[in-house]
């Protein structure tokens, strides 16, 4: 490697905004972060859906009937005739 063109590497204090400090290695000496694997809802398994509009339970009532894409009302349209002059 070449010397002067690589960042110093320092021992780093990772803070997360749980509480939670862990070590590693960086360019910085010193990270805040807001969430860290002991707080976020895929790796304690508490996960949230917030719904603040009703989006997933619409979301939900539009594909369980499985007919997504078709605006069948059980009628049968008939086409349309073209009147055909002479």
Do not use: W
């Amino acid at each position: 490697m070449k010397d002067g063109i690589h960042p110093d590497y320092h021992d780093t204090t990772v803070t997360c905004g749980c509480g939670n400090t862990f070590q590693t290695r960086s360019t910085r000496e010193e990270m805040k972060i807001d969430i860290c694997s002991n707080c976020h809802p895929f790796y304690t398994g508490k996960l949230k859906y917030l719904d603040t509009a009703g989006r997933i339970e619409k979301f939900q009532k539009k594909f369980a009937a499985g007919s997504y894409g078709t605006a069948d009302d059980g009628k049968k349209k008939k086409p349309k005739r073209r009147k055909v002059e002479s």
